[in-house]
């Protein structure tokens, strides 16, 4: 009585002022922090991984505000903690971490600085046991706890005090095992990772500490090794014991992200947390080197490995196996399998399938049965049912039927049962290569033997039929399906309707289609595809788009490609209107119609000659925010050049240009075109000048002289050859010749002889045979001097013997 009598005057007077009040009921939940801090560092399972030390619930001011928030003031329900808030940046920074990660991601083969952490392993301290690690089992999955929760998660959108209010009362009510549920049931990782960050700031809620392994492993399966590492700082923050394998998940979140250097710097990492290495983080290391084509390194991080003792299990020896396969170094494959015995370590099944997956693509099929022996031989391994399950897969994946034939059969002397799994990839891998007539008799096999072929089996042997085009063959495949009990289904439909598309009986198809309700089936996006684009193939284009806007209403939006491809044939057969009618019904509906249907579109308007229709289009595609590229205002400007609109097609291009687009080769041969044919040089070389400033186009000037050749208007073509002549190349030297033969056609050799000396003098060759044609035109002319001179030229270059001299000079 007087020890209570005591504590009572202890106590009496903080009650006397609430802010004396408040400071001491900091103190005695301090005490209580403290005392349950201790208990959680002799026990990593506690039910709610209470947390404490720096940064935690002593800090005074964390304190403090939470118990003015429990005392006075708002609610607890009001805090301010919004689910859409989640940056933990500053919280979390730590000075004693890594180097900073912007720093260039890719590795040197010589750098092995990462592996001295391994010099400091204890090699007498026997390994700590991994942390217990809790799946998520269905049951917990679906337990109403956990799907509230998903669905809060969900309307994280329309987020409201409510709601989260809602959240953080159902939060304290889960155990461990059902928050792991929760983070591993987030089709987003971003979403779990926001949920954990979230929960971890909540009132009178601690994660255990197997939830923050489980938000570990759920980051290492993507690329936000930012968050993973954020959450291995938060682990020191909160006093979870941090194990290797956490820092394993960071390393294979990191290789994922391509960052192979700052994978590597985790052991580093670990070393300065004091966390030694054992045997699990150093087969993460040797699998995230061979996943970044490191093999060499992972080498000799195995022999460093050696060195201090740390005994690779088959695990390690696996991803080295599985390193050599990558880089076909099959042959160090198979010795490493021969070796590991003799290093204490035997190889299991893993290893030699790894192995045979090579062997089975590159359809070396006597080297597999040499491996399925030496399994047996060397390592004692029988071969079972998974054994060659594995086999018959691998060689039906990769096309080899015949092979996965073989051993399904050896499989059965073996007295294997094989399931109709396996046949079933057998068949279809036969039928892809036109083997229907065993594939046939494969199945009639799984009959007498007991083993019922399913909708997957048949629908194989109907593709192939329909490959080979036994359409009618494939019909009695779909009846016979019927027969035996085996309902098709919409894959088993599809590959029939395709048959019959490819063979040129689209209508069939479409009449199979329409009668899907009878026989209880549903198209799918790809039946409604196959069918509109069979009958767009046989020229039925009403139809085509009519089962598009069928397709529209049952939901399932047509892509850019199959708008385009009905919109252009529709433009090739001049249906203008009804092209257009299509496209906007299409833009209506939500489709994704894109700059390329607008511009097949425009080019259909420009072959008919209808301009304004097509300059109409252009402006719709800014109503409706598909903004035009280079190629539409190609076609447009090509098209005003044709009908002579130089002046708006000159408009057009400095629109173009002003909207940031680079003129392609295209568009530099439209304007050089149809300026030439107007004889506008000076307003096409002004426009040449800007469009150059914007793209540069080496050839432009070639193009030009050569186009005004073709066009007669030679005196502009010879004032640009200065432009031409500045670089000596090929290309220069065939628009010489084109000039050249445009006098000589002209009948005016003198200046085709000047254009060639112009060329000796630029250290170009004119071609001799045309000069022998200006040769023989100069001396037409009565210019024998000018002719012999040219000649002479030849004969100075070495490219006329020395006999013609004398022919010369005579």
């Not at 790894?354 to 004692?380: A, G």
């Not at 494969?442 to 033997?449: D, P, R, Y």
């Not at 030679?714 to 010489?736: M, N, Q, W, Y």
Request: charged share 30%.
């Amino acid at each position: 009585m007087l020890y209570n009598f005591n504590s009572y005057s202890r106590i009496r007077k903080p009650f006397a002022k609430p802010q004396n009040f408040i400071d001491f009921l900091e103190a005695y939940y301090s005490s209580l922090s403290s005392r349950s801090s201790v208990i959680s560092s002799h026990s990593s399972t506690s039910s709610r991984g209470q947390r404490g030390g720096k940064g935690d619930i002593d800090d005074s001011s964390v304190g403090r505000g939470r118990f003015r928030q429990l005392g006075s003031g708002p609610s607890w329900n009001q805090q301010d903690c919004n689910f859409n808030d989640f940056d933990e940046v500053e919280e979390l920074e730590d000075d004693e971490d890594e180097e900073e990660e912007g720093e260039d991601g890719n590795d040197e083969d010589d750098d092995d600085d990462d592996f001295m952490v391994l010099n400091s392993f204890n090699r007498n301290r026997e390994q700590r046991e991994v942390v217990r690690r809790d799946e998520a089992v269905e049951d917990e999955l679906r337990h109403p706890l956990v799907r509230e929760i998903c669905r809060l998660i969900q309307l994280r959108s329309a987020w409201n005090p409510k709601l989260e209010g809602e959240l953080r009362h159902l939060l304290r009510s889960l155990k461990p095992r059902q928050v792991c549920a929760v983070l591993r049931s987030q089709a987003d990782e971003r979403v779990a990772l926001n949920f954990f960050y979230w929960a971890d700031r909540q009132w009178r809620y601690r994660h255990d500490p197997i939830v923050y392994y489980t938000m570990l492993e759920v980051l290492s399966k993507t690329k936000l090794c930012q968050g993973a590492r954020r959450v291995l700082r938060l682990m020191a923050r909160r006093s979870i014991e941090r194990l290797p394998e956490a820092f394993g998940y960071l390393m294979v979140s990191y290789s994922r992200a391509g960052k192979l250097r700052n994978a590597m710097r985790v052991l580093t990492l670990m070393q300065k947390a004091g966390v030694e290495p054992n045997l699990s983080i150093c087969n993460t290391a040797i699998y995230v080197l061979v996943k970044g084509n490191k093999l060499e390194k992972a080498l000799r991080f195995l022999a460093r490995m050696q060195l201090v003792e740390i005994t690779p299990n088959v695990v390690t020896y696996n991803c080295l196996i599985k390193g050599y396969c990558d880089v076909h170094r099959i042959d160090d494959a198979i010795e490493l399998i021969a070796e590991m015995p003799l290093k204490g370590c035997c190889p299991d099944k893993v290893s030699y399938y790894t192995v045979m997956s090579f062997l089975c693509k590159e359809r070396r099929i006597k080297e597999v049965r040499e491996l399925v022996e030496k399994m047996v031989k060397d390592s004692k391994l029988i071969p079972d049912q998974v054994t060659y399950n594995t086999i018959i897969h691998m060689f039906s994946k990769h096309g080899h039927g015949n092979e996965a034939l073989e051993f399904l059969r050896e499989a059965e002397e073996r007295g294997f049962c094989v399931d109709k799994v396996g046949y079933s990839a057998i068949v279809d891998s036969l039928c892809k290569v036109g083997r229907t007539d065993i594939a046939k008799e494969l199945v009639n096999e799984m009959f007498k033997k007991g083993c019922t072929p399913d909708v997957v089996t048949y629908t194989a042997v109907l593709n192939g039929y329909c490959l080979l085009g036994k359409v009618d063959q494939a019909k009695k495949m779909l009846r016979q399906m019927y027969k035996n009990g085996c309902k098709p289904n919409t894959v088993s439909y599809t590959a029939l309707l395709h048959g019959l598309c490819r063979h040129g009986k689209s209508s069939e198809a479409r009449e199979m289609m329409n009668m899907s309700e009878e026989e209880w089936w549903t198209p799918s996006f790809i039946t409604y595809g196959v069918v509109m684009h069979g009958l767009r193939r046989e020229g039925k284009l009403s139809e085509a788009c009519d089962l598009a806007r069928e397709m529209i209403r049952k939901g399932f939006l047509p892509t850019p490609v199959d708008i385009n491809l009905l919109i252009q044939p529709l433009c090739q057969e001049g249906k203008m209107h009804e092209a257009k009618k299509f496209m906007e019904e299409c833009l209506n509906k939500g489709c994704a119609v894109n700059v390329v249907n607008f511009t097949t579109l425009i080019h259909g308007f420009c072959q008919k000659n209808d301009l304004d229709a097509a300059l109409s289009l252009l402006d719709d595609m800014y109503l409706s925010n598909k903004h035009p590229d280079a190629v539409t205002f190609t076609t447009l400007i090509d098209a005003l050049g044709k009908k002579g609109r130089m002046e708006e097609a000159t408009e057009l291009t400095m629109k173009m240009l002003k909207k940031g687009l680079d003129p392609t080769p295209v568009t530099y041969r439209a304007v050089i075109h149809r300026y030439c044919q107007m004889g506008r040089v000076e307003d096409l070389l002004k426009l040449l000048e800007k469009m150059l400033l914007r793209h540069s186009f080496r050839t432009v000037y070639n193009q030009v002289i050569e186009k005004l050749c073709s066009f007669g208007n030679l005196e502009e073509a010879d004032k640009l050859l200065g432009k031409v002549l500045r670089t000596a190349s090929k290309i220069d030297a065939k628009t010489c010749h084109i000039l050249m033969e445009a006098y000589l056609n002209k009948g005016i050799p003198l200046s085709a002889y000047k254009v060639a000396f112009r060329m000796f003098n630029r250290n170009l060759i004119p071609d001799l045979k045309l000069c022998e044609k200006v040769t023989k035109g100069l001396m037409l002319e009565g210019k024998t001097e000018e002719a012999d001179r040219l000649m002479m030229r030849f004969v100075e270059r070495g490219h006329i013997v020395s006999e013609c001299r004398e022919h010369l000079g005579s």
